[in-house]
């Protein structure tokens, strides 16, 4: 910053470092966090290093950018100099905080990472660790190989970050979040409505200086004096003019009907009370001299000799002041009765300016609030433009401008509470501390959008987002807090002040972080369907390689070339080699209508009339054989039932093999189209032996039992379609 500048440096600036502090400790334990939430075992610690900076280096770098130029903008568009010094100072700290991020605590996080990689402690310098990693496949990363090897690496087991991000949207947590929020933002609102600007010669000395004491001396001595308000005319007007003296008149009756003031005590009105009851003639040409030679010689108006100041020869007025008497609502709006004056006499015409003794700077305490305006005003145009433009999501953009207008209004409007003094120090360290509280909002939001393809529903990304988000924050909103603590050792009331401001700013960006930011990108993605851009089903949709997917197919140990690692075929058209020869040309595949739906009706009847010819063919012969034979001999006895046994134990196997299959009854009508556990031939046996032949036990079955249906497979027939190349009449 001095570069630029030939003015010696504003110690007030230097508080400005504990907002770097946040914002450097954010970016670090954002790449050490990354280091450790994806798995160490299929990469290279070069190649994750480089994955980690192509993933997360994208919303850091974005985030620095955003800030750079906000504050430049900001520093540019106004002429306070404490608050350009400050401004100018963060856009310079960010942009070399970024460049040291990028060349030197990646660095560090990587040989801390490859180290633990190797299976190396912190604490064991000179081992070195099992060296032995995979090859580097990929130098560079496109979306799509980042995005896949982002959800092949991410931990996402359950953990306590995870458990904070469901607590926090949770249906039941909601609602008392939303209530307890509301509560917080009402006050805020009031303590920002009833706060004023104020500074005094007290905040900057020590409680035990001399120099304190003598201040506390003459306002016991000379407390009045801060109950009135000096007006001053600058230059030399034409006070013999009645429009002027009515102009003045009008001021000073103002101040008195509005009840700023009691009283006025102008020597103007009492020359116009002299001018009446005089004998002498005031014209333009003798009014100095009246004023200066009748006037204020005489007792009565001898105590308006110091208001009025004359040139050397005595022929004008060059400078005259005025007093109003303060009521205690002038004093308790000092500022705003100020404000109102000046605009009546600019509007008059009347080089007026004004002077409170109660305000160490008057001009400050009307100036500050509006370049604080002006400055916060340009910054949330800037905002919206650069995070627009870098992120390209509306919906981050719209949380981004929020949660910066709710913060700043927290941290001044609970200032109020804990009576810190609004003045040009304090105004300025709240509209610093905004930006740690855009890189909180914008990491949330980054994290949010790049949670990958695995990551879908709304509530699963938060839970994504915490785990990756939620410790950095912690460590940025809490470590600087931590580290201006041994500098309130130094007794000075505005040290106390920018502590009290560094402490409302971080916890009002940590409960935005918490509680704002997860429910309002919960509304975001269900009410207003804010998704992420790569769910898209240009972008595989259905992952194919995870294991339980019906596309996986495992790659084994076969090698894969780097530059087609991550394009994944369409397995889903894949046809396998076919086992039989290809058919002819023309070939057209037609399934035919099937033979026999019922299963094993065809085959039953064919060895039903086999069996039939069977044994006629052999009645027939012992018919012949043994006729000579006389009927009810033991051999002929023996023979017929040796026959009987044969044909029960041939049932007997045909009906095992029909036996039903394990699987669930149908439930059917009463007319069932299934064949029945029997055989044709032999109801046909059973009706010719008649009555006296009992029933086989091999024929017992249950008269409800029904069979599945099988469907024999239909063969195909062959169609031979038009040739190519002939043209069709």
């Not at 009645?242 to 005590?265: K, L, P």
């Not at 100095?288 to 110091?306: A, D, G, Q």
């Not at 035919?592 to 064919?606: D, F, K, L, R």
Request: with cysteine; aromatic share 12%; charged share 15%.
């Amino acid at each position: 910053m001095q570069f630029y500048r030939n003015l010696p440096v504003d110690p007030l600036v230097y508080p400005i470092c504990f907002v770097t502090i946040g914002i450097g400790l954010l970016w670090l334990f954002q790449l050490h966090f990354s280091w450790s939430r994806y798995s160490s075992a299929a990469v290279h610690p070069t190649e994750k290093i480089a994955f980690i900076l192509a993933h997360d280096g994208p919303g850091i770098a974005a985030s620095a950018v955003v800030i750079v130029l906000t504050f430049l903008a900001m520093g540019a568009a106004i002429q306070n100099g404490h608050m350009v010094s400050s401004f100018l100072g963060i856009a310079s700290s960010v942009a070399i905080l970024l460049v040291f991020t990028v060349c030197f605590i990646s660095v560090f996080v990587f040989v801390g990472g490859s180290r633990e990689a190797r299976g190396v402690k912190w604490y064991q310098i000179f081992k070195t660790g099992d060296t032995h990693f995979t090859a580097p496949q990929l130098a560079s990363f496109d979306s799509a190989s980042l995005f896949s090897l982002h959800d092949r690496l991410l931990d996402s087991r359950p953990c306590a970050s995870r458990a904070v991000g469901a607590f926090v949207i949770s249906p039941k947590i909601r609602y008392p979040i939303l209530v307890l929020c509301t509560a917080y933002v009402f006050f805020a609102i009031y303590g920002f409505y009833n706060t004023g600007i104020d500074i005094k010669e007290e905040y900057f000395l020590p409680s035990g200086s001399s120099e304190k004491s003598f201040i506390e001396q003459y306002r016991d001595q000379f407390g009045k004096t801060t109950q009135f308000v000096e007006l001053t005319i600058e230059n030399s007007i034409e006070y013999h003019d009645h429009d002027v003296q009515n102009s003045i008149f009008d001021i000073m009756d103002f101040a008195i009907a509005e009840g700023y003031a009691t009283r006025a005590v102008n020597w103007l009105a009492e020359f116009a009370k002299f001018e009446k009851a005089s004998i002498y003639d005031v014209n333009p040409d003798t009014f100095v001299p009246v004023v200066n030679l009748v006037f204020l010689p005489s007792e009565t108006y001898r105590k308006y000799t110091s208001d009025i100041v004359m040139d050397r020869f005595q022929t004008q007025i060059i400078k005259s002041r005025m007093y109003l008497e303060l009521t205690a609502k002038g004093f308790a709006e000092r500022t705003s009765f100020v404000d109102m004056i000046l605009k009546k006499a600019a509007a008059k015409g009347i080089p007026l300016s004004v002077d409170i003794p109660a305000s160490m700077s008057l001009r400050h305490d009307i100036s500050v609030f509006t370049s604080g305006m002006v400055a916060f005003g340009v910054a949330i145009v800037m905002l919206f433009i650069v995070s627009l433009l870098l992120l390209g999501q509306p919906a981050l953009t719209v949380m981004l401008l929020i949660t910066s207008i709710a913060v700043l209004g927290e941290t001044v409007g609970y200032a109020y509470y804990w009576s810190v003094p609004m003045n040009i120090v304090t105004l300025t360290m709240a509209l610093a501390g905004n930006a740690l509280t855009c890189v909180i909002v914008m990491a949330f939001c980054y994290s949010y959008s790049m949670s990958g393809k695995s990551q879908i529903r709304a509530g699963v990304r938060i839970q994504y987002t915490f785990q990756a988000t939620l410790i950095p924050v912690l460590f940025a909103c809490i470590v600087p807090v931590l580290t201006f603590l041994p500098l309130l050792y130094v007794d000075v009331p505005v040290v106390h002040h920018l502590f009290k401001i560094v402490v409302l700013n971080a916890t009002a960006s940590l409960i935005h972080y918490l509680f704002f930011l997860p429910n309002m990108m919960l509304a975001f993605s269900e009410r207003f369907g804010f998704s992420c851009s790569s769910l898209s089903c240009a972008e595989l949709c259905c992952d194919m390689d995870d294991e339980s997917s019906i596309y996986y197919i495992p790659t084994g140990g076969r090698a894969v070339h780097p530059e087609g690692l991550y394009h994944h075929p369409s397995y889903t058209y894949t046809v396998p080699k076919p086992l039989m020869n290809a058919p002819p040309p023309h070939y057209l595949a037609i399934a035919a209508p099937p033979v026999n739906s019922i299963y094993g009706q065809a085959e039953y009847a064919s060895r039903g009339e086999m069996k039939r010819e069977s044994r006629r063919h052999r009645r027939h012969s012992e018919s012949s054989v043994g006729a000579s034979e006389t009927d009810g001999t033991p051999r002929r006895d023996r023979e017929r039932e040796s026959r009987r046994r044969r044909q029960r134990r041939a049932v007997s196997r045909d009906s095992e093999i029909y036996e039903d299959l394990p699987s669930p009854r149908v439930v059917t009508s009463s007319r069932s189209t299934s064949p029945r556990r029997q055989q044709p031939g032999s109801m046909r046996r059973q009706n010719h032996s008649g009555p006296s032949n009992p029933r086989p036990q091999a024929f017992h079955y249950e008269e409800g039992a029904q069979w599945r249906p099988y469907v024999q497979p239909s063969p195909y027939m062959f169609y031979p379609g038009p040739v190519y190349g002939q043209q069709r009449r």
